[in-house]
């Protein structure tokens, strides 16, 4: 299973809301405050560790303000079968 790491850019986001919509995790909330264009800001919340990494977020983001970073957790076994 990966592990997702997200990085919103508040200052690029215009709290469209479109990445709070596709997550199947529910990792990302909408800000209490705002950044300097005057937009609530999405924030990714995962302290569960929900994220998978998935960059659906991402890739439905408009104005490009979200990066994903994924790690591949091996499965316990892979490094048996691969030293077999
Ligand atoms: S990478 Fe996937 S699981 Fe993680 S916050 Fe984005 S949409 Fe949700
Ligand atoms: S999809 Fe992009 S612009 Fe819209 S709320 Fe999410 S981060 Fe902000």
Known sequence: MAKGHVVVDSERCKGCELCIGVCPK?????????NAKGY??????NPDGACTGCALCALVCPDTAIAV???????VGAANAASN
């Open 26 to 34: 529910g990792s990302i909330h909408m800000s209490e405050g705002f």
């Open 40 to 45: 609530r800001t999405a924030v990714w919340v």
């Open 69 to 75: 970073y994924r790690e591949v957790v091996p499965r």
